[in-house]
């Protein structure tokens, strides 16, 4: 039954996982798609504000050529205007535009951040491509223009037009100037939804992986109640009416083995009320306890064992758990702590409010926990003890959870352990 349950939560978690795997891809195929889609529209946008500019630029040259630059009217988004001849010297200029053009004439816009204005610094020699970047194709083209013009005399090298500057503002430089700022943080939300979505597929995964390692537990679990019930419960009871049998023929040469024989099958007996234990409803039938009380009448049934604490002073906490489940959360803490190897002096129990919970730290002094089996202490069945049944860590954290608690675990190896226990206040407590 266990391995046909743990096969088939395999095989949905496989399923599981494919379905995870292929609602990612479509997820990054969707994002490059969106990405790729407004890197195209702004270039768009870009390149219809650029090629108007360009109009008016050409404007600008058949007006300087024909002599009527002054009676051009410059439209107000444009800032400044200059007209250089084949050797950068200025041959018309308006605004804000350099006397000494120090720039190399690059056809592409740049953004000007100290007036807040796109530049155009255009060489006439080479064409207007202002959003593809084929430097062979420019390079060539430019070249072809360049070796025709060197060819023209000295006179019409020092009046022609070749470098053209002109800064633009208000909408187009918001454009150019967000464009590339716009497609990094898009693509930086992008990535951070990717990498939220996945690590919410990861601790669903992960939720749901502890869902079937607990269901698996409970499985192997039940087999072992029904294996302890049918196979151990009813020997058990042969063997103690044996056991009585034989002290009632008033023998007395056999006690101190009847003596073993019968604190054995007490600890079999023991054993499968524990198991029994785990196996029933965590939650069982919650009520309002004031936990100090509740916790000094269980120590008080224990008071030969264990010395009682001193929680006198400890606050007022109201729990909403079942009484008997605490009593075994308790009994289970004390029971390791006494199992453990330390002194009785060194065993400590306190009570304190902690937020919107009551905490209960269980201490003691003794051989601690090995780091690598703090990993399954809550496994059921799970002991290092020569004599240890494993389920008392088990059944003290499927209780607890039961009443929408938590169980912490702090140990070294010689140093002993602490547990704590902390439990929901009941609300206006």
């Known amino acids: 039954m266990q391995k046909l349950c743990s096969g088939y939560n395999s095989k949905i978690m496989n399923e599981r996982r494919f379905l995870y795997l292929i609602l990612t891809l479509i997820f990054l195929v969707l994002t490059a798609m969106t990405v790729m889609i407004m890197i195209t529209q702004t270039r768009q946008k870009t390149f219809e504000y650029l090629l108007e500019y360009e109009k008016v630029l050409n404007h600008l040259y058949h007006t300087y050529n024909e002599g009527e630059i002054d009676k051009v009217d410059i439209p107000d988004d444009i800032s400044s205007v200059g007209l250089y001849n084949f050797y950068k010297q200025p041959l018309y200029l308006y605004g804000n535009a350099p006397k000494v053009l120090l720039d190399e004439g690059k056809n592409r816009p740049h953004f000007s951040g100290e007036r807040n204005t796109i530049v155009l610094n255009r060489d006439l020699l080479n064409p207007f491509i202002p959003v593809l970047s084929d430097e062979a194709f420019i390079d060539g083209i430019h070249s072809n223009l360049f070796n025709r013009v060197s060819s023209k005399s000295e006179d019409e090298k020092q009046s022609m037009i070749r470098y053209v500057y002109m800064e633009i503002t208000d909408a187009p430089v918001m454009l150019f100037r967000r464009k590339n700022n716009l497609v990094i943080v898009l693509v930086s939300a992008l990535i951070l939804i990717i990498l939220l979505y996945m690590g919410n597929l990861y601790l669903r995964n992960m939720k749901y992986r502890n869902q079937i390692e607990s269901q698996e537990r409970l499985v192997m679990l039940g087999t072992a109640a029904r294996t302890l019930t049918h196979e151990v419960k009813n020997p058990l009871s042969s063997i103690r009416l044996q056991t009585s049998i034989i002290k009632r023929s008033g023998c007395t040469l056999h006690d101190p083995s009847l003596k073993i024989i019968n604190e054995e099958v007490s600890r079999l007996a023991a054993m499968t009320e524990r198991v029994g234990d785990f196996l029933r409803h965590p939650g069982g039938i919650p009520s309002l306890l004031d936990l100090k009380n509740e916790v000094y009448q269980i120590l008080d049934k224990r008071k030969e064992e264990i010395q009682l604490p001193d929680i006198e002073n400890a606050p007022v906490l109201m729990v909403r758990i ?108």
């Open 322 to 429: 079942d009484p008997e489940r605490l009593k075994s959360i308790l009994d289970n803490l004390l029971n390791n702590a006494l199992e453990s190897g330390s002194e009785e002096s060194d065993i400590s129990l306190t009570l304190e409010r902690n937020g919107s919970h009551a905490v209960i730290t269980v201490s003691d002094g003794g051989a601690g926990i090995p780091r690598e089996n703090m990993k399954r202490i809550f496994d059921p069945f799970f002991t290092t003890k020569s004599k240890g049944s494993g389920v008392g860590l088990a059944i003290v954290h499927s209780y607890t959870q039961g009443a929408g608690g938590s169980v912490n675990i702090e140990s070294t190896p010689e140093n002993g352990t602490r547990v704590r226990v902390s439990l929901p206040l009941e609300k206006g407590s």
